[in-house]
């Protein structure tokens, strides 16, 4: 029972309890606000940010995991069934979802209509005009390709400042265009993921999701209701061999409400699972990621009854996962949850890939209730004394609070700093930035009732992550900061 509590009281530290999660929920949706908000003006494009993932589930902290943001432009309207009234909203371009030659929760966008004669100077023109340009012709219809840079809002070409002057990109993956920021004076980096986003009318296949018949208590049917109001999305696949305008169909803005439906135990179970895939499985097979883990636990929670995801149960459900995942690795096929006729292992693990998996696993089950001391983090932590174990969880948590602090500010005054921070010349500057813009109104404020240690602390002690000497940080870079 101790080694339970201190394992239990180790995923509450890294933020996988229901109220560490719904305060950073709260952050992040206001950090969507703040975004779109800046990329709207930056684009001057119909935009919605929303980060999706772990962080916009509240559970992703301590830069251990990549921001996902989703760019969803809203001129743009693809139809599962196109509509022929003429009262209807009409959107500036039109598709209609060709599911021909599709695997099951993939589709083409054939073009159906788009604004004609665009002023260059209009909303939304360079969207519509690289819409145009990424276009092909098949058997009499256009194709939306898939592998083409469509909103200006995901383009980072000026590098005015030295935020954008220290991204580092990668090589695309799938639909996601990745990239690094490396903090100035630290060891960490912040790693995004930029996916565009078209939505989508296609009521049937949420209709499908919520009127499947379930026996356990959970999704409630007050989520079931939430995710029917949610938009569908379709996000490019990335380029392919067979295919560059394939387009995936995308319930994640439905798994975002499954995940903050969770309770404590679910979210405890969730990143035991993550913990276990990131620190042994993916060695493995890279494909066995954090997605897969997450439909892991939408399955069990489904077919378990709601009461036994209680704390004294937590790691019977860690193994009742690593028993369902196993089921589905030597199956071959792992449904998706939202989309179940689309395997999630399909041509994602090979032959050899699977049988060392399947050894995994196997070892992990032998292991029973101790199996999370194959996650060498716990494993340190575990060994060390609860007052040092506390304080090296709290160092990176003082960092992560430092940097979203300004994703906490009131929406407008959020632009504002936005605004001037793409502008910032140097790293230097960047951390005085902070230091006079915007922990003052942290100290004051404390948003989300999240930033508590805040008015404990000085801005030294805050920024104790950043390994630059304290004295080369004066004062004497804010006349430059605030010009």
Not at 242 to 260: C, F, K, N, P, T
Request: glycine fraction near 4%.
């Amino acid at each position: 029972m101790a080694a339970l509590n201190c394992v239990w009281d180790i995923f509450e530290k890294y933020g996988y309890s229901r109220l560490s999660a719904d305060k950073r929920v709260e952050i992040y949706n206001n950090c969507n606000e703040i975004g779109s908000l800046f990329y709207r003006q930056k684009s001057n494009e119909d935009i919605d940010l929303v980060i999706a993932g772990s962080r916009g589930e509240g559970i992703g902290l301590h830069f251990d995991c990549d921001i996902d943001r989703l760019f969803i432009q809203r001129s743009a309207m693809g139809f599962h069934s196109y509509p022929v009234t003429s009262d209807r909203k009409r959107f500036d371009a039109e598709f209609e979802l060709d599911f021909d030659h599709a695997p099951s929760g993939y589709c083409r966008l054939r073009l159906m209509s788009i604004q004609e004669k665009i002023d260059p100077d209009s909303r939304n023109a360079s969207f519509l005009q690289n819409i145009e340009n990424s276009l092909n012709e098949q058997n009499g219809h256009k194709y939306l390709r898939n592998d083409r840079m469509l909103t200006s809002a995901m383009s980072h070409l000026k590098q005015e400042g030295w935020l954008e002057r220290s991204f580092v990109y990668d090589v695309a993956k799938g639909p996601a265009q990745p990239y690094e920021c490396k903090l100035p004076y630290t060891k960490f980096s912040l790693n995004f993921d930029d996916v565009l986003a078209l939505q989508c009318s296609y009521p049937s296949i949420v209709n499908e999701w919520c009127d499947r018949r379930r026996h356990h208590g959970w999704p409630s049917s007050d989520v079931i209701e939430e995710v029917r109001r949610l938009d569908v999305l379709a996000v490019p696949v990335g380029e392919t061999e067979d295919d560059v305008m394939q387009w995936r169909i995308s319930l994640v803005l439905g798994e975002l409400a499954l995940v903050r439906s969770f309770n404590d135990t679910q979210l405890k179970v969730y990143g035991a699972l993550k913990m276990l895939a990131k620190a042994v499985l993916k060695k493995s097979s890279e494909n066995l990621s954090s997605y897969v883990m997450k439909n892991v636990i939408f399955w069990i929670s489904e077919s378990t009854d709601i009461h036994n995801f209680e704390r004294n149960q937590f790691l019977h459900r860690v193994i009742d996962g690593l028993k369902y995942l196993c089921k589905c690795v030597y199956d071959r096929n792992l449904p998706n949850y939202m989309i179940p006729g689309r395997n999630l292992l399909i041509h994602k693990i090979s032959e050899n890939e699977r049988v060392k998996v399947l050894q995994d696993l196997d070892n992990f089950l032998s292991d029973g209730e101790s199996v999370l001391l194959q996650c060498s983090e716990i494993k340190h932590l575990l060994g060390q004394d609860a007052q040092i174990r506390s304080r090296m969880i709290d160092k990176n948590e003082n960092a992560e609070q430092a940097i979203i602090s300004l994703f906490s500010l009131p929406p407008l005054k959020g632009l504002e700093m936005m605004l001037q921070l793409f502008i910032i010349k140097t790293g230097e500057d960047l951390i005085n930035f902070y230091r006079k813009n915007i922990f003052p109104i942290i100290r004051e404020t404390n948003p989300f009732e999240f930033f508590d240690d805040f008015s404990s602390k000085t801005d030294e002690e805050i920024l104790e992550f950043v390994e630059r000497p304290e004295s080369t940080l004066t004062s004497s870079t804010e006349e430059n900061v605030s010009k």
